[in-house]
């Protein structure tokens, strides 16, 4: 059967086991505050609650591409809203992970025009080639196989996405040349930074 | 091939960026608004162009902007709607990556018209490279002195900014995005009171789609009554259409609205025809929400006419023999694709991107994927059918959004069509549980 049981997919925090708080201290560099007020002045006074999602997103990047408890709390303390704002909205949207991946996120699409152009398949070979299940880590830490509904390239497809980047018209030899590639790289690039450019 | 209107100047090198566009004629548009026009007369062009929302549900633009509450003292937002997540569409994508500067442009001339001082930009946090491209179109418009302060000297000013969503199909909901935009959970609101009255903030808001915003600027330079000419009576002017599947060339193509879909499906300037050789077996026109329909179904209508790519003659015969336009995502299926999986896979989509807030969608979506799964793989009962059936009809319109209908319509029209394929699947375990995917026709 699918795994997914009779809950929503849509997490909440009680459904999520938000993660337990710790010692850890959180400090944003006077760089990221920076940049962190330059998107709340997008919004009207008062509004700065709306800054939490592109917020969200460039401090998930800053800090190992997830989102610990403390750092919620951090993020809430800066716009000035209650920690269980942040949590509702951290556990709703997808993009955002509440447990720390592998340094690569291989997020393949498995939606219906993907699937019909061997999206199926392209999920079974990675499974095998990285010799783990959908969801899970790769041993020497680096890679995480997710699968994702429809990434909006269905024209392109079979369709994966790792980080900005959209590889399109997948083959087994591309994928080959892509994990060779990313194992060979030791730091991940910046322009693979996309919060902290873009925004 | 037919006019292009939006596409026009797609193939120009380096057109994305605002010194090439704007000596292709580009801001054109913002300069004949804003120095010759009156809000108003802008509005009435749109009005007059008959234009409607290419964001799915085709409603009647000017409609839209002539429900905004203009009596109201509160600010007014506009917002574009770049959230595009359907199955099969990927149109916004490419007129955004292509074009920033036309839907820049086209959204100049449209806050002009509502007199709007702040619009937003909502993109898919998927789309990551297109916030880049957007900053950098916004950027240089502003240094160019086409948003900020006395735009033109015209003492107009406006800002757009770009807000990224974070995965979540039902964001591309209006009242959802709204939700979103003011960083919450994407949960879509009751209306009435609809976001024209009570929108982004409580203030009076309006939400377009990206392609709709785009097809301002051409509207305003050629008139609102010369676009109406364009395409047919009830559906004016040209739609992108996203073509993706089985086919020679996936792509997005601009058509005139009115074409015939044999000509979209089988002329090499469009889709080319079908992939390897192998026959059509259904097409999904209008991104995997609208209903699945056979080739016979699509070809032509149940009248036996012809069916054209437009609003009235793809929604002919209502859902008993027709499907809807929606938002252009054309996916086509050939002969060797499984529908009983396909519609699992849909539902499972729809599982996943329910927001959870109404019981019939949160509920339903789960079990038909379930029960949807079980056929699939050869352990379903011939009364799953019914069930289907049953469900798919307890969600539609029972929830808050359209997101409920959006996951009914793909179950409840895949067993109105091919109903011999699920009992198939039924009445043959030993078959089915042993092929991963694919057609079942050859072992009939």
């Not at chain 1, 990434?151 to 083959?171: H, K, R, S």
């Not at chain 2, 919450?184 to 808001?205: E, H, M, Q, S, W």
């Not at chain 2, 979209?264 to 929400?289: E, H, M, Q, R, V």
């Amino acid at each position: 059967m699918p795994k997914n049981e009779l809950i929503m997919h849509r997490g909440n925090y009680i459904n999520h086991r938000l993660r337990v708080k710790t010692q850890e201290e959180i400090n944003l560099s006077a760089e990221i505050l920076k940049k962190i007020h330059k998107i709340i002045q997008r919004y009207p006074q008062g509004k700065q609650k709306s800054a939490l999602l592109p917020v969200l997103h460039l401090v998930q990047e800053e800090f190992g591409s997830h989102l610990s408890v403390n750092l919620m709390d951090k993020v809430a303390e800066i716009l000035s809203i209650q920690a269980i704002e942040v949590y509702e909205v951290a556990s709703f949207y997808s993009q955002f992970n509440l447990d720390k991946p592998g340094k690569y996120v291989l997020e393949v699409c498995h939606t219906a025009p993907c699937a019909i152009c061997g999206g199926d398949d392209i999920v079974d070979y990675l499974k095998e080639k990285l010799q783990i299940e959908v969801g899970e880590t790769s041993a020497d830490g680096l890679f995480t196989l997710k699968t994702v509904e429809c990434l909006g390239a269905c024209g392109y497809a079979p369709v994966m996405q790792v980080d900005t980047e959209f590889i399109e018209n997948l083959d087994t030899e591309k994928i080959d040349q892509l994990i060779e590639t990313l194992k060979k790289q030791t730091e991940k690039p910046h322009e693979l930074r996309w919060a902290e450019r873009f925004f | 091939m037919g006019r292009k209107i939006l596409l026009e100047k797609v193939d120009i090198q380096g057109i994305e960026c605002f010194d090439v566009w704007r000596t292709n004629g580009g801001y054109a548009c913002v300069e004949k608004a804003l120095g010759q026009m009156k809000p108003e007369e802008v509005q009435a062009e749109v009005i007059a162009s008959t234009l409607r929302g290419r964001g799915g549900a085709g409603f009647p633009t000017g409609q839209k902007w002539l429900w905004l509450d203009r009596k109201s003292d509160k600010p007014r937002y506009l917002l574009c709607n770049c959230d595009e997540s359907e199955p099969g569409t990927f149109k916004d994508r490419y007129l955004v990556e292509k074009l920033p500067h036309l839907l820049i442009e086209g959204m100049i001339c449209s806050s002009y018209a509502l007199g709007v001082n702040t619009a937003y930009i909502y993109v898919r946090g998927e789309f990551k490279y297109l916030i880049g491209i957007l900053n950098k179109a916004l950027n240089e418009a502003r240094k160019n002195k086409f948003l900020g302060e006395n735009i033109l000297h015209c003492g107009y000013n406006l800002d757009i900014h770009v807000h990224s969503g974070a995965g979540a199909y039902i964001c591309g909901e209006e009242t959802a995005l709204i939700e979103s935009l003011e960083g919450k959970r994407g949960n879509p609101r009751i209306k009435p009171p609809f976001p024209a009255v009570k929108g982004l903030y409580d203030c009076p808001t309006v939400v377009n789609n990206v392609e709709t915003l785009a097809a301002v600027s051409p509207i305003i330079m050629m008139g609102g009554t010369e676009y109406a000419k364009i395409g047919t009576k009830a559906s004016a002017g040209t739609k992108l259409i996203s073509a993706c599947g089985n086919i020679n060339n996936p792509g997005v193509y601009e058509i005139e609205l009115g074409l015939p879909v044999e000509e979209f499906l089988f002329d090499p300037n469009y889709c080319g025809g079908i992939k390897n050789g192998k026959k059509l077996k259904a097409i999904i026109a209008g991104g995997s929400s609208v209903p699945i329909l056979p080739a016979g179904l699509i070809l032509n209508t149940g009248k036996g006419e012809k069916r054209l790519m437009s609003y009235e003659s793809l929604s002919d015969g209502g859902f008993a023999s027709g499907t809807m336009l929606g938002s252009g995502g054309f996916i086509v299926y050939d002969q060797d694709q499984c529908i009983v999986r396909n519609t699992w896979n849909l539902t499972r989509f729809y599982h996943h991107e329910s927001c959870g807030q109404c019981s019939p969608c949160r509920e339903g979506t789960s079990w038909m994927e379930k029960i949807l799964w079980r056929i699939e793989n050869g352990q379903g009962r011939i009364k799953d059918l019914d069930v289907l059936v049953q469900i798919s009809k307890n969600i539609e319109g029972n929830t808050i959004c359209p997101l409920g209908d959006a996951a009914a319509w793909p179950v409840a029209s895949a067993i109105r069509h091919f109903r011999h394929e699920f009992e198939f699947h039924v009445e043959h375990p030993e078959i089915v549980s042993k092929i991963k995917h694919g057609d079942i026709d050859q072992y009939k």
